[in-house]
């Protein structure tokens, strides 16, 4: 028996093939006098990716090894708080929103107890090591609220 | 030549050059040893400062941070299995596993030796052949890219436990590698987002496929008090280099990298990104313990190490004949040539032979310096791999996301990671390998646009690809890498039933 989730993701690719192709459809065909197109080779890919999801729902069982977990709900919330900043460090600014990241990211990381040196010391270093990183680079940071 | 070149020599090796020589080196090994930023954003940021250089010395300093740049991100590939550079994703197959068998010392010291044997056979073969290997680049079309392209490719999914599931991340690498204007000034699948428009860049799936799916997987998998790596135990903290006569029986797979680097290097918008992968897997079909590769095996490591080192002499070939970059990098230097009023091309042999020399000479003498580099960034980056996760990740979050934003210095780059991960995160829940993703997203553009060119030139007829003897080489070899594994298993079987 094929494992369930091979299957799942043989349909989702198949959707995907489909978006494409249609995607590809849509692309300025080829100019008069041309064999080929900008739509040529999505297609070409389209339909390949098409025949291999075909496949992989179809195909016979495989053993599988352990599989890894996608997400927890700590990786969950990290991944969440990663938008936050990438949303919001125009706004805030480089060095608080970068700091509160490392903060939450090192708090994530820890179970039992939160120690001072991973929760604060280091994320505080990292953010001024980057930053100084910046600077030296001469990458211009946002104008913000803080920093 | 010979006294010209021992000239240009002594010149690189007056103390002000060899000052600029370790400092380039350095620079670019820190650069490209921190996930996200790159020796060409070295060599573009400091540029401008070589203005007041003489020609020679800013020569010297740009081609060792070329050198460096290709050897630094075997540092994090190896310890934290976070490539720092996309010519070290394939280092990461076979170095970290190393690592974390607590041999990380020996598999730098492996990287390193690959590096500078990597590097001096490719330096010998632009001092001495520039001109015939520009020559044959020339002879290098598009059909020949295209099937070169194929068949990188093609030996990449071989690899895979899952030859199905390895086909269709390289597929959905090559898909992804369509976002952005093509060949007909076409803007496809690009949704309005600037940094896409010039093709979905390859630094923020890099960052995000490796640095952030284990950031998010340190999270999933949390353990109180875990190390990153289980290698507390082990002594093995230090660059140890492998036994001399180790590394004289290794010579055939320290040669075939090399020469593979070379030849991929020097084909224009080829890489040490393609030649690391295509090192890696011819020397897997060539090895007689192909099944140790993928668990830290010396092979997994010197064959693409001495592939990603051996680019810079390739690739500064089409450049200083021809005037054609053969990476990125090169096609910056391009601005220190201007920037120096110096021609490429033809003038630059006949007028300026003495920067010429010192080009050479410098692309020889700065994989000494690799010694005393891989030494102290291990003491650095091997001691950051005993961290707690707590201590380390939020660290490599750190330089990820500076990175990340300093290319565009807007935050889409991370946003363009984060898909990233979340494609790293499904694809390892699914058993799906990133390889191929990664080198489908790098060939891509390569492989469109020969396939275009070729189509046009030959009126649509596909049989151009097999009429030119090389591009029909590389679809034969192609086909025999696609259904060796099949060959294999069906024989095996058939062994098995006879036997049993």
């Known amino acids: 028996m094929t494992s369930q989730l091979d299957r799942l993701a043989g349909i989702a690719l198949l959707a995907f093939s489909i978006g494409t192709l249609y995607a590809a459809s849509q692309l300025r065909p080829a100019p008069t006098g041309y064999p080929v197109g900008s739509s040529t080779f999505p297609t070409i890919l389209g339909w390949l990716l098409a025949g291999l999801s075909v496949w992989l729902i179809m195909r016979k069982a495989r053993a599988v090894e352990s599989r890894s977990r996608l997400l927890s709900w700590r990786a969950a919330v990290g991944f969440g708080l990663t938008i936050l900043y990438i949303v919001s460090f125009r706004q805030i600014g480089f060095l608080v929103c970068t700091f509160a990241l490392l903060v939450a990211y090192a708090a994530l990381l820890q179970k039992d107890r939160l120690r001072l040196i991973d929760t604060a010391l280091v994320p505080l270093v990292s953010t001024l090591a980057v930053f100084g990183l910046l600077r030296i680079l001469n990458v211009p940071l946002p104008r913000a609220l803080l920093l | 030549m010979l006294d010209a070149i021992i000239t240009a020599a002594s010149t690189v090796l007056q103390p002000e050059n060899l000052l600029a020589l370790t400092s380039g080196v350095l620079i670019g090994a820190i650069f490209s040893a921190i996930p996200g930023l790159t020796s060409t954003l070295a060599l573009a940021l400091l540029l401008p400062l070589t203005y007041s250089m003489p020609a020679d010395t800013a020569f010297v300093i740009m081609i060792g941070m070329m050198g460096g740049g290709l050897y630094g991100g075997l540092l994090t590939a190896t310890t934290l299995g976070i490539p720092g550079a996309p010519g ?357 553009r390569l492989m469109e646009d020969g396939m275009s060119q070729s189509l046009i030139l030959s009126g649509g007829d596909w049989m151009i690809f097999l009429q030119r003897p090389i591009s029909l080489g590389f679809v034969v070899l192609a086909i025999a890498f696609l259904t060796a594994p099949t060959f294999i298993a069906w024989r095996t079987r058939i062994a098995k039933a006879k036997a049993g």
């Open chain 2, 88 to 444: 070290s994703v394939a280092t990461t197959f076979d170095g970290h596993p190393m690592f974390r068998k607590g041999q990380g010392g020996l598999a730098i010291g492996w990287a390193t030796v690959a590096s500078i044997v990597g590097g001096t056979i490719s330096a010998i073969l632009l001092m001495f052949g520039a001109i015939q290997l520009a020559r044959v680049a020339l002879s290098f079309g598009p059909p020949e890219m295209f099937a070169l392209t194929i068949f990188g490719m093609v030996a990449v999914v071989s690899l895979s436990n899952d030859l199905t599931k390895g086909a269709v991340a390289g597929v959905v690498g090559l898909l992804l590698g369509t976002v952005g204007i093509d060949l007909l000034g076409t803007y496809r699948f690009d949704y309005g987002i600037r940094e896409m428009i010039g093709g979905m860049p390859l630094l923020p799936a890099v960052v995000g496929l490796f640095a952030l799916v284990k950031v998010f997987q340190s999270m999933s998998n949390l353990q109180p008090g875990r190390v990153t790596n289980e290698t507390q135990e082990f002594g093995d903290t230090r660059m140890r280099l492998p036994p001399l006569r180790d590394v004289l029986s290794k010579w055939k797979t320290l040669l075939r990298g090399s020469l593979i680097g070379t030849f991929i290097g020097f084909l224009p918008g080829a890489g040490g990104n393609i030649a690391s992968f295509t090192a890696y897997n011819v020397e897997k079909r060539f090895s007689k313990n192909a099944n140790e590769f993928g668990t830290g095996t010396p092979d997994g490591i010197i064959a693409p190490e001495s592939a990603n080192n051996a680019t810079p002499g390739g690739s500064l070939i089409p450049t200083i004949t021809l005037g054609i970059p053969g990476d990125q990098f090169t096609a910056v230097m391009l601005g220190g040539f201007i920037i120096h009023g110096l021609p490429v091309g033809p003038l630059l042999f006949r007028d300026h032979s003495d920067i010429i020399y010192v080009i050479f000479a410098t692309t020889f003498l700065m994989n000494f310096l690799f010694l005393p580099v891989g030494w102290f960034g291990s003491m650095v980056v091997v001691p950051l791999a005993r961290l707690r996760e707590s201590l380390l990740i939020p660290i490599i979050a750190a330089f990820s996301m500076a990175g990340l934003y300093s290319i565009a210095a807007t935050p889409s780059n991370i946003s363009i990671a984060m898909i990233f991960a979340v494609i790293g995160l499904v694809a390892a829940r699914l058993d799906f390998p990133v390889a191929p993703l990664i080198l489908g997203l790098i060939l891509s």
